[in-house]
């Protein structure tokens, strides 16, 4: 019997998904599981293992203002004070790793788990998507907003490396999509690049002609829009996708999932001819269909777009660093187009989506990386090197 303790980072759905899926891999008959986590991750997880496996750790994450940006005119001024709500963090993961007393401890981007595991004697394996903060870039030039940039940076990277090891779900440079948040650092020695860590759907081909069917998908090309992140940060996201199929369903199919995980399951057919789910069921189905994904620049969802081949128009959650720094690798490698936060119209993405679409050089570069990406196989790398500590 093994047992093994997760710690989840809790915003959004992009770490959990991953956790949850590389567990599966893992599990014996008689292992045993703890998962800690807060925030979205926490009721996602709470539907999908059994909830006595379940622990609610304090939350510790960022603010978000009314038009659903990064709140980093808040953030800056408190981020000392949030020192004293990350020692509650590390007290509670300590306590909760001493009595579970697992074999490992698998830490997702959350530090306060990497001090707990060390601090009761316990190996510790972390995961990792940035291994520094980055600022957003208007208070980088501010002296302030750089030098709590270099100091946290400097002493994440020094905790960072009290795990047994770090694992980067990344790709080596040159292809590096997270390398804004690693520039500056020496990690030759302590970081190991895995690859990436989205879940590799195999969708039955039944399954495929089944959501055709439903969807009365024809022969133009799909766009699949989908919403994520945290729920204050979709307003305007939504907004302008919405807008935006009026002119986009003459052309394409379209159809697009709000992510609401309470929402419902049942397709709702728009005057225009497209498509909206409040919570898509299916969506394996429509990204294994879709010609282009419409989507925020979280890690997950673009190592996805990689594996998968698709080229995508990526929108980075207003002042979000870590998005901004994906979605600008993204684009520089000619794998789709980023639109930020604070341009985005439904003009502005209506053209994107023809843009990428109507030049084949999107394609033809995603999937030559998509062939590089997939020597890889980042979930079954970590599911390895876990076992290797039975």
């Given at each position: ?132 903060v980055t600022f957003p870039p208007r208070f980088r030039v ?5 030098l709590y940039e270099r100091v946290a940076g400097d002493v ?150 990689i594996d998968g081949g698709k080229p995508a128009v990526l ?76």
């Amino acid at each position: 019997m093994r047992r093994i303790y997760f710690s989840v980072f809790g915003s959004g759905l992009g770490h959990v998904t991953r956790v949850l899926e590389l567990s599966q891999r893992l599990r014996q008959n008689d292992d045993e599981f703890r998962y800690s986590c807060s925030a979205q991750a926490l009721n996602f997880l709470t539907s999908r293992v059994a909830p006595s496996e379940v622990l609610k750790s304090p939350a510790l994450d960022v603010e978000w203002t009314e038009d659903g940006s990064f709140s980093s005119k808040d953030f800056i001024p408190h981020f000392p004070f949030m020192f004293n709500s990350f020692l509650k963090q590390i007290a509670f993961e300590k306590e909760r790793i001493g009595k579970f007393n697992p074999r490992l401890v698998v830490s997702d981007s959350r530090l306060s788990s990497v001090v707990g595991a060390r601090a009761t004697g316990h190996p510790v394996i972390t995961m990792l998507n940035q291994f520094k903060v980055t600022f957003p870039p208007r208070f980088r030039v501010n002296r302030q907003g750089r030098l709590y940039e270099r100091v946290a940076g400097d002493v994440l990277g020094l905790l960072w490396s009290l795990s047994d090891q770090v694992l980067m779900t990344d790709l080596p440079p040159p292809y590096t999509i997270g390398e804004a948040n690693l520039e500056g650092t020496d990690v030759s020695r302590i970081v190991r690049f895995v690859g990436f860590t989205s879940p590799r759907q195999e969708v039955d081909p039944g399954k495929l002609a089944a959501a055709r069917s439903r969807l009365d998908i024809d022969s133009r090309p799909l766009v699949f829009c989908q919403v994520s992140g945290p729920d204050a940060t979709k307003g305007r996201f939504v907004d302008a996708v919405l807008r935006s199929t009026d002119d986009l369903s003459k052309r394409y199919n379209v159809v697009v999932s709000l992510g609401r995980l309470d929402g419902s399951l049942e397709p709702k057919r728009l005057a225009n001819g497209g498509w909206l789910y409040e919570w898509c069921p299916i969506k394996d189905e429509l990204f294994a269909l879709s010609d282009l994904l419409v989507a925020r620049s979280g890690h997950g969802t673009i190592g996805q777009c990689i594996d998968g081949g698709k080229p995508a128009v990526l929108i980075p959650i207003h002042n979000h660093s870590e998005q901004i720094g994906n979605a600008d690798k993204f684009s520089k490698l000619g794998l789709g187009l980023e639109i930020r936060s604070e341009d985005l119209n439904p003009g502005r993405l209506t053209e994107s989506v023809d843009r990428c679409i109507g030049d084949s050089g999107y394609r033809t570069r995603v999937e030559a990386l998509m062939s590089i990406s997939r020597r890889y196989e980042g979930i079954d790398k970590c599911a390895e090197i876990i076992n290797s500590y039975n």
